[in-house]
């Protein structure tokens, strides 16, 4: 017979039994949790990826800066509190950008105008050989012969120039849309940058919990690797185009080329990506040349040669590769094969990427690594 002391009681409140969830359970429920993860990752990334790269760019601006940010914070503690320093920052931040392009679209405006009413003239009368053309050192009769064959008749010129017209409007069309695309994404840059300058200590801090939890310290020490790769790519691209810029706008000046300022601010531009800043040389060198000053366009080459190679091949490597101890090559790969892939993004992104490479590289194969670079300061 069964002992009734022993049986549960019928008459009583139901006891809940607690049962522990076996191993197999709990994994099951740490891979649904990992695919829910990434499902909501993936879905967040989709919706919003026509402006990750207006995302990336305010991250760009903001890792850049962050170090000149967070003296003026602590140098100016009552304009930091509240929206004050950020949205100063960010509005100097948009003029070191937007002040160029104004230079840039009141020149060609101007240029425009006077290049159309030219075109005008030449369907009516034709283009006469330039001056000039008889001063070039070399290939002068060559060039006046093929100058009279195709440009001085003005049924010649209105033929050229009736084809091209056509495509001139597609091509303006295009140009438009473009414009309007890359200036919706400069905007939100700006703003993604005016809160990150806003919240940034919280962002911080977030990601070196969530690096922490997800990678350990090896994940921090990677971001800082980005965080110092970055800061050398602006010193070593930004800065360095500009003062390129500025010391090729005065030789521009002194050796007569027109428009040396606009001139200047294109050489800056160009000189940020490697091996682009001759192209701009020659084109004023060839413009000064035209104008019959054949000795100063000759010394606007070389000098403009000789600033563009110290600028490669000596400034740079040590600005970009030695906030990370990159090697050379490694830099110049993540800039080229970067701004091939990415665009004008992957001047930044590029470096950073070889740069976490390297040191990922380097542990696996020595087990050792270089001295941290420090990340910038909360």
Request: proline share 7%; hydrophobic share 50%.
């Amino acid at each position: 017979m069964p002992d009734h002391h022993n049986l549960p009681s019928l008459s009583g409140p139901p006891r809940c039994v607690l049962v522990k969830p076996s191993q197999r359970s709990r994994r099951g429920q740490e891979v649904a949790r990992a695919v829910l993860a990434f499902f909501i990752l993936a879905i967040a990334l989709y919706t919003i990826h026509g402006f990750l790269p207006a995302l990336v760019w305010g991250c760009v601006f903001a890792i850049a800066t962050w170090p000149l940010y967070t003296r003026t914070r602590r140098a100016w503690p009552q304009a930091a509190k509240g929206l004050l320093l950020p949205f100063i920052f960010t509005a100097a931040m948009a003029l070191i950008f937007v002040i160029p392009m104004m230079l840039i679209t009141l020149e060609a405006v101007g240029e425009a105008q006077s290049a159309l009413a030219w075109l005008e003239k030449a369907r009516q009368s034709g283009v006469p050989v330039p001056q000039a053309v008889s001063h070039l050192p070399f290939g002068s009769q060559t060039l006046t012969s093929w100058w009279q064959a195709h440009l001085a008749n003005p049924q010649d010129v209105s033929g050229l120039t009736g084809a091209l017209d056509s495509k001139g409007v597609a091509l303006t069309k295009a140009v438009g849309s473009q414009i309007a695309h890359r200036g919706t994404l400069f905007c939100f840059s700006i703003v993604t940058l005016f809160f990150l300058y806003k919240d940034g200590v919280s962002v911080i801090r977030q990601c070196r919990v969530a690096s922490r939890r997800a990678f350990g310290k090896r994940g921090e020490t990677i971001a800082r690797q980005i965080v110092a790769s970055i800061h050398g790519t602006v010193q070593g691209l930004v800065l360095v185009g500009m003062a390129e810029g500025l010391l090729m706008g005065v030789v521009y000046f002194l050796c007569g080329a027109p428009h040396p300022a606009l001139f200047g601010v294109i050489t800056a531009v160009a000189a940020m990506i490697p091996f682009c800043a001759m192209i701009a040389v020659g084109l004023v060198s060839l413009l000064i040349l035209a104008q019959g000053a054949s000795v100063a366009g000759i010394a606007t080459f070389c000098i403009g040669a000789v600033v563009i190679f110290v600028a490669d091949h000596f400034v740079r490597p040590v600005l970009i590769g030695g906030s990370t101890k990159l090697p050379f090559l490694w830099v110049l790969l993540g800039i080229l094969g970067g701004a091939e892939t990415w665009g004008l993004l992957g001047l930044f992104v590029g470096p950073a990427a070889m740069a976490a490479l390297d040191l990922l590289w380097r542990r696996w194969t020595t087990g050792s690594e270089r001295p941290e670079p420090p990340l910038p300061p909360a």
